[in-house]
Nanobody, 123 residues
């Protein structure tokens, strides 16, 4: 069955960096676009970044562009999110997701989700 398992979250100070990783299994990873979303307490789950099946194109939310980088390794079935210059407003549970179509910003475009990993940015 399809599984997405995130790792790498934790507590970091303002201005610091973290690298999240998502290990995929149960499907042909290289055939699917992938995305990262996040959800802070009391907020809806929001788009962070996505990439095409090859990793050749990437898309970012305005709030993270220039600070976050999405990348994938199709040989290892992983997709990562490198986060730098972290801010308190980046605090959230981060989820990776598999797109069922295009790598859009809409949650409805994604059919499988990981369990999430907590990122907390302290000031």
């Amino acid at each position: 069955q399809v599984q997405l398992v995130e790792s790498g979250g934790g507590l970091v100070q303002v201005g610091g960096s973290l690298r999240l990783s998502c290990a995929a299994s149960g499907f042909t990873f290289s055939s699917y676009h992938m995305g990262w979303f996040r959800q802070a307490p009391g907020n809806e789950r929001e788009f962070v970044a996505s990439c095409t099946w090859s990793g050749g194109a990437a898309f970012y939310a305005d709030s993270v562009r220039g600070r976050f980088t999405i990348a994938r390794d199709n040989a290892k079935n992983t997709v990562s999110l490198q986060m730098s210059s972290l801010k308190p407003e980046d605090t959230a549970v981060y989820y990776c997701a598999r797109s069922k179509g295009l790598p859009t910003r809409s949650r409805d475009s994604y059919d499988y989700w990981g369990q999430g990993t907590q990122v907390t940015v302290s000031s």
